[in-house]
């Protein structure tokens, strides 16, 4: 039999080499982080790059330094972008150092968060409580990491359709439902929520977009009258979902609205709060989210306001026993024992899809240990002041037009030297984003609120400076005045 | 407005600190890696450990070398064990170095692969590629990495649902179903399967588990009967799942059969190779899985018998436009463009769950390029020569009993002494597992084959030496007689 030590495995032949490869990828990222603002805040791959992509899978080992060397020369140089202060596209984080080197550590101890009797689990238990204290629901509720927000809502309205279909929907499935089964949102809803019903086997049609005011929060009396209209049809409405923070606008929903209704009618209520949960972190924001504490279940994202490196969401629960009952299996190998390893209390994969689950937790156990919360909510707010401040010189500027109030962190605007027909304006704007892309100016994305096209930038992120959003409104229009001659 | 470099950021204030502590963390993490052999396989955390992660969430920052501290101190020490070279419980891998430091470096780089114009969505589409040839789909399917077998399966199981449905199941919800749709596998199939339909709203009812013959394969003939019993019963058969390994046995089902009758019945044909896919790589060990490559979809995870570290999964689907129609929704916020960094090809979010995406590509993509497909395929083969050494080693001994056929690298095994009633027997045994946990010495897990209680090994280990399971059948066999007398 092979001694240990001569026997061939996928650790380093030599520890003192990849030692120090170890380190040299420290530095090196330490190095990029602290030139981020030197570089574009984006860049496309060239093609004599992309061409490297597509080889076939080597047989014969070229060894950790190789992989390393290509990884610097072909991806580094790279990336979505939004580690740069200027980058403002979809809603991301910046990410962090520790973030990353808690990502390590969890890989280096590889443990399995689907259960059993480990520190890890005790870890990703305690952050999760600590969630619950800042959404302002009860420590007897229950709640896990997910990979982010579009998970989040899944496990959310699996349990909503689950608790409140009225028939045993695990075991028969939709198809013993007698009417529709009809869940509620703004439309202004994230696509996500639309993509877990129809994976959760309900349809499109049970989706009711309910229209919205002129803050793009939901009408409730539009919402109520259509949940009547539903019941009187035969459709049975098990669930709301509240937008805290829409991914168009920010718009914050009347949350204590929204739970008097459910309380009311007797509907699951759930919060998509992947971006603007966490603000209850800021004193000045926590406000604009009451009612957020009424949820029968929460939805968050930890890579975006709180800069996690991805993934991190998290899903709250109050009626921890509703959630279980949603998720738990327990085949005989996965039988719990009271000692040894397959001991410990909850095991998370009872309340989530996955059965093998990621160290996530460490990453924000280590950086909230790291910063503190107060600091996480003085980052919100300061990223809330930079949106108002964008937004005002939008105002100032003769030639750039505010799209739509600004909720939380979020500005929609466009250049309009005036003059120009729709589709003429539109092309123009969508001409500037492509500039600042290319140009590596910056990175807003865009959207489109009544027929209109425009830019949009959503401010989570803890590099920007006020000068940053100085410097953006300065070449949008320098750029559209550019191209508007 | 504040000079970047005096503003509060997540940033450290003092990088060459941030700097050291990472070689720290690097330094600590090979010396752990190197020593894993001398520690227990597996230690219960003491209860005043317990206690300290139930404190709530620190409103002060403590730095990151003190939450490092609590990390060291706190969560090191007691990991699942799956780094240890004589962890063979349930089903998981080692991890590796490089892996490690590859999720860290795409966590500094903090891409987002839910789309977009940048260079990790080419490594995931270069590493989905390869998985590809592996397995010995075409290269125009369609696929991507996800969080693991669970979601893999999920995945296959929306596709094969939507598309055999017979009626457009995302817009309408299976309330129009005219029958039931059903599943088949075997009796042995992974409870991820049943939760994936459950989720999905089939209802558990849709799964019809087909009885094994005693090799734990699925019957062919029961499957066959079982299809066209419920076709006369108005059901509406969708979808066969074969097991290439199931998670009891390690039992390959007769693949080339099951694809037979998919095509004869015109039903899709999905396969759960979260164990055994991999082994492809394993030239002596193919042929057992032929007829993997005339799957509709197959899914695989690469954190087990590849041994990266947490999470890697992989699904692959034949008909990439079935794939793409299940999951894909462009709202206008995500619209695409041909230009900047809303450009690229395939956006990944159009094929799965999750829109935003971490960058889980670059371990694999990494560790292929530093071992070479060849190494793991020989890291493969010799874990399936431990199995069938280490069952040699039962039937050898007198007083250990092998429990079923080996398949792949998993033994069910128990100690028999002879004379006890079957409950005795079960108690003992589980002592057994009890003991070898509890006292560091390995980590088996157990699960129940017809009825009566077994230990369970399951070797996707790359430090395991032959010498690690001669001294578990010892130790099985001194405590085993120890606890008998």
Redesign the interface.
């Known amino acids: ?4 030590e001569q ?6 032949a030599d ?1 003192d080499e ?2 120090s ?3 040299r ?3 090196d ?2 190095a ?3 030139g981020v ?1 030197e570089r574009p805040a ?1 860049q ?2 060239p093609e004599e ?2 061409a490297l ?12 330094a ?3 060397r ?2 610097v020369q ?10 740069h ?1 200027r980058f403002w ?2 809603y ?21 968060l689907g259960g ?5 689990n ?2 990703e ?2 952050v999760v ?2 969630m619950k ?2 959404i302002g629901l009860p420590q007897e509720s229950s709640g896990l990491l997910v ?5 989040a809502n ?1 496990v959310g309205l ?1 349990v909503a ?1 689950n608790a409140k279909a009225g028939f045993d ?9 007698g ?3 009809i869940v509620y949102a703004s439309s202004e809803v994230h ?2 929520v ?3 019903i ?9 989706l009711r977009k309910v229209p919205v005011k002129g803050n793009y929060t939901i009408d409730l009396a539009a919402l109520e009258a259509a949940i009547g209209t539903d019941r009187q049809a035969g459709c049975r409405p098990v669930c709301v979902v509240g937008n805290a923070g829409s ?2 606008t920010g718009a914050i929903d009347d949350l204590v609205g929204l739970a008097d209704i459910c309380k009311r009618q007797r509907l699951w209520f759930h919060i998509d709060g992947a971006i603007g949960a966490v603000a209850m972190l800021a004193p000045s924001i926590r406000p604009l989210l009451a009612g957020i504490e009424r949820a029968d279940s929460v939805g968050l ?1 930890l ?1 975006k306001w709180i ?1 996690m ?3 991190a969401g998290c899903i709250l629960v109050r009626d921890e026993e509703a959630h279980r009952r949603t ?1 738990s ?1 327990k ?5 719990r ?1 009271t ?4 001991a410990g209390a909850p095991w998370f994969s009872d309340y989530g ?7 996530r937790a ?2 924000v ?11 996480f909510g ?2 919100i707010e300061r990223n809330v002041e930079q949106a108002r401040h964008f937004g005002r010189l939008v105002e100032d500027a003769p030639d750039l037009e505010l799209m739509a109030p600004i909720g939380l962190d979020i500005v929609c605007f466009r250049f309009q030297p005036g003059g120009l027909a729709d589709a003429a304006l539109d092309a123009l704007n ?1 001409e500037i ?2 500039r ?3 140009g590596g100016i910056a ?1 807003p ?4 609120l009544n027929g209109r096209y425009c830019l ?1 930038i959503a401010i989570a992120n ?2 920007s ?3 940053d959003f ?1 410097s953006l409104a300065r070449e949008v229009r320098r750029i559209g005045r550019e191209l508007a001659r």
Do not use: C
């Not at 026997?7 to 380093?12: F, G, I, K």
């Not at 992509?53 to 950790?64: H, K, M, Q, Y």
């Not at 990979?147 to 998970?151: A, L, Q, R, T, Y």
């Open positions: 039999m092979t001694p240990p026997q061939e495995s996928l650790d380093p520890w990849m030692r490869l170890g380190h990828m420290v530095d990222a330490i990029y982080l602290i603002r984006w496309a791959v790059t992309r992509f597509r080889t076939p899978a080597p047989e014969a080992p070229s060894g950790a190789a992989a390393y290509d990884f072909n991806v580094l140089p790279y990336p979505t972008g939004n580690v202060p596209g979809w991301m984080g910046n990410g962090t150092v520790l973030g990353a080197l808690a990502d390590f550590l969890a890989s280096v101890l590889n443990s399995n059993g009797s480990h520190a890890a005790l870890v238990e305690q409580n600590w204290d800042i990979s982010g927000g579009s998970m899944f699996a359709r929907v695990r075991e028969l499935g939709l198809q013993a439902a009417g529709q089964l696509s996500s639309q993509k877990g129809e994976l959760l086997g309900m349809g499109n049609r049970s991914i168009n994202d890579h800069h490196p991805f993934e998720f299996l085949p005989e190998y996965l039988a024992e000692r040894g390893l397959a899809l996955q059965l093998s689950r990621e160290f460490l990453k156990w280590m950086s909230i240990k790291e910063h503190g919360l107060a600091r003085r980052m969508k984003l492509m600042l892309h290319e990175v994305s865009y959207t489109t949009r803890h590099r400076t006020f000068e100085e």
